[in-house]
């Protein structure tokens, strides 16, 4: 059974960068082929999708986020990374690491795994 | 972009049948899937492709899609059932091709 676990700093300051890693366990980052994703939800809010990351490294981002969004992988470690930049308080929220199941070459896709999520605060 | 709209909330009593909608224009045509979340927990895939069901997920959940709307329909509803749901579709002709609704709250009473 495969488990995400994301870790990183909970409290960023505006302005400066935040930076989230989500470890995949139960199975290589390489096996399926799957993309991975990260997304995010504000406190009493829905889900927004940020961006996924094949094992290439091939990537895409949510058009809202794209200017500050890099997302990264390192399979030799069987993680992928989140980099979101010039953060303010809007960016306070529940980081969720998933993978991405279905048909990879055309989708349509769904996020079958999911991370506990962490709490991300920007202040000062 | 695609915008797909939920009901925020939907109260059900135990044993009854609890149906939550997931309104998006023509939505009968693009694959729907359904997630589950408890308070403080990560959402759960509990339906996928309009009505297919992940390993683990009882048959009293089940999920339909037609016109432009879909429902995610969960039969003798238990106090576990109590939880936000949100429905997503991957939308190929948008430059957002992920969309979620905005949750809806169902409440065993």
């Known amino acids: 059974q495969v488990q995400l676990q994301e870790s990183g700093p909970g409290l960023v300051k505006p302005s400066q960068t935040l930076s989230l890693t989500c470890t995949v366990s139960?199975?290589?980052?390489?096996?399926?082929?799957?993309?991975w994703s990260w997304i995010r939800q504000p406190a009493g809010k829905g889900l927004e999708w940020i961006g996924r990351i094949y094992t290439s490294g091939s990537t895409k981002y949510n058009p809202s986020l794209k200017s500050r969004v890099t997302i990264s992988v390192d399979t030799s470690k069987n993680q992928f990374s989140l980099k979101l930049s010039s953060v303010t308080a809007a960016d306070t929220a529940v980081y969720y690491c998933?993978?991405?199941?279905?048909?990879?070459?055309?989708?349509?896709?769904?996020?079958?795994?999911w991370g506990q999520g962490t709490l991300v605060t920007v202040s000062s | 972009s695609y915008v797909l709209t939920q009901p925020p909330s939907v109260s059900v009593a135990p044993g009854q049948t609890a149906r939550i909608t997931c309104g998006g224009n023509n939505i009968g045509s693009k694959r729907v899937n359904w997630y589950q979340q408890k308070p403080g927990q990560a959402p759960i895939l509990v339906i996928y492709?309009?009505?297919d069901r992940p390993s683990g997920i009882p048959e009293r959940v089940s999920g339909s899609n037609s016109g432009n709307t879909a429902t995610l329909t969960i039969s003798r509803v238990e106090a576990g059932d109590e939880a936000d749901y949100f429905c997503q579709v991957w939308d190929s002709t948008s430059d957002l091709n992920w969309v979620f609704g905005g949750g809806t709250k169902l409440t065993v009473l």
């Open positions: 492709y309009d009505s």
């Open positions: 139960g199975g290589s980052i390489y096996s399926g082929p799957y993309y």
């Open positions: 998933a993978r991405v199941g279905g048909d990879i070459l055309t989708g349509p896709y769904y996020l079958d795994w």
